[in-house]
């Protein structure tokens, strides 16, 4: 019997009423879709033949009870859709308990941003579903200045400054665990715009491990391979919201589990704490603790790996390729379209194309796309036009998704990435001494050296069923 990923799975607020909260935590089972008279529970004890019947006598409806892949997830989502208490505190004010619903409801759905919205006449919270917006709330104007009123005073940001922008960290007790977000205000024609960004935990088994990123084998196999590499540049390319991040601390997991090497990371903000990993917040507001100030007193500290958050300057990029050059790995982003853009982006900083040639190790351009829920999606037949784009020479089947109650009705369910990878190999070193162009890089590399791009990398992964073509187009070019 296939097991139920409860984590990933979308509950109505209607669902939650058929069984109460004490009743939940004692049978430890979680309504999570209805059709008609029949119910299904993900439970803990699929073989418990007496909470099956015990579920039907109080829904009054048939069960079909499915077993969850980690029972610990199941405790943790019940906690959450059925809290014990307010999380607050008996003294706290309206807003107060409006805040911790917020934030508990963007912990149930997996947002990973929530926007607190004036309007004109009335407010809204939306949040970021799996890389999209969505309405979750509607408030009063009144009640969304209150909002971000508690908001700025649990950021200790200036409540009396509305005028201009503001960022800080709001860390909040929900239920017992300290989640923290990242806070940004902005000033709107009708009041402030809050941003929340919820941040991962202080806990390192959380990050995510190279192998759960959505890597093919052949970029699975290059990407760690130039990991274990002594010195030299990797770099991490892509829009805002691409997952670089995500990679970049993956790569971190991976080396700091080999145990053998000193990992320092410079961010701006340190997105989470981690442990065995020596971590600098950069002031980029001020002159105290700049990117270019701290990388030359890391290398005073023998580091074996250096994470730069970001290469966005010329002279950050003329330190990381010192850096690169004098016996360290530097990992770190660019903001560029694709893998050999981010050739021309570092020759664009300055950095003379010798020292480019023999520092970088690997460019790296990725897009988040995402997954089909796997409870509803169908198969259906590609269209003509879709072969032709995608390159296939025959009609196949690809996934369709359908929209059910575990994955809210939009038929998706998590992310992953595609990837495109270009190595600097001694082809590649060749072309760039020759003085050659993107352009010219981009047809030797995809053309002669047949390396996959993005398209390829997304057609792959729908004849997998691991996303669709609407995912896929989406995030890349003809």
């Not at 059925?82 to 917020?102: C, M, T, V, W």
């Not at 402030?192 to 491990?209: G, I, W």
């Not at 032709?388 to 992310?415: A, I, M, N």
Request: proline share 4%; glycine share 8%; net charge negative.
């Amino acid at each position: 019997m296939e097991r139920i990923d409860i984590k990933r799975v979308f509950i109505e607020p209607e669902l939650l009423k058929l069984i109460s909260g004490a009743q939940a935590y004692r049978m430890e089972a979680l309504p999570v879709s209805r059709k008609g008279d029949l119910v299904t529970f993900a439970v803990a004890d699929i073989e418990d033949l007496s909470l099956i019947d015990e579920l039907e006598d109080i829904c009054d409806m048939e069960v079909y009870a499915l077993p969850v892949t980690d029972v610990d997830d199941l405790k943790d989502s019940i906690r959450r859709y059925y809290p014990k208490s307010s999380g607050g505190g008996d003294g706290e004010d309206n807003s107060g308990r409006l805040l911790h619903e917020i934030i508990n409801m963007s912990l149930q759905m997996r947002a990973s941003d929530i926007h607190i919205d004036p309007k004109e006449f009335d407010g809204k919270v939306c949040m970021r579903i799996d890389g999209k917006m969505r309405e979750v709330k509607k408030v009063t104007k009144e009640t969304a200045a209150e909002l971000v009123s508690v908001i700025k005073v649990e950021s200790f940001l200036n409540i009396a400054e509305k005028r201009i922008p503001q960022d800080g960290v709001l860390k909040i007790d929900i239920y017992g665990e300290t989640i923290s977000l990242r806070v940004a205000t902005i000033p709107t024609i009708y009041g402030e715009h809050v941003t929340m960004r919820l941040m991962n935990n202080a806990n390192a088994a959380d990050l995510a491990e190279l192998e759960s990123l959505g890597f093919s084998d052949g970029n699975f196999k290059l990407f760690k391979d130039n990991l274990m590499l002594p010195n030299g540049i990797i770099i991490i390319s892509g829009p805002t919201g691409s997952g670089k991040t995500t990679t970049l601390y993956a790569a971190l997991r991976f080396l700091r589990e080999m145990g053998e090497k000193h990992l320092v990371s410079l961010e701006d903000p340190v997105e989470m704490p981690v442990e065995d990993v020596t971590q600098v917040k950069i002031d980029s507001d001020g002159e105290r603790v700049t990117f270019n100030a701290a990388l030359r007193s890391v290398l005073r500290h023998d580091p074996d790996v250096i994470l730069l958050g970001e290469i966005r300057d010329s002279e950050t990029a003329d330190i990381a390729v010192k850096a690169a050059m004098t016996g360290h790995l530097v990992l770190s982003t660019v903001h560029t379209n694709t893998a050999i853009g981010v050739f021309s982006r570092l020759l664009n900083l300055g950095v003379p194309r010798f020292l480019l040639i023999s520092t970088l190790r690997l460019a790296v351009a990725q897009r988040l796309v995402r997954r089909p829920c796997k409870y509803c999606m169908d198969w259906r037949d590609s269209t003509e036009e879709e072969n032709q784009f995608f390159g296939w020479e025959s009609t196949v089947k690809v996934p369709e998704p359908k929209g059910c109650s575990l994955c809210g009705d939009t038929g998706y369910s998590g992310r992953l990435a595609i990837y495109e990878m270009v190595e600097a190999d001694s082809n590649m070193r060749s072309k760039l001494e020759s003085g050659a162009g993107e352009e010219e890089l981009s047809s030797f590399i995809h053309g002669e050296k047949a390396v996959p791009d993005m398209k390829v990398d997304g057609s792959f992964k729908i004849l997998s069923g691991q996303t669709t073509i609407k995912e896929v187009r989406s995030v890349v070019s003809v």
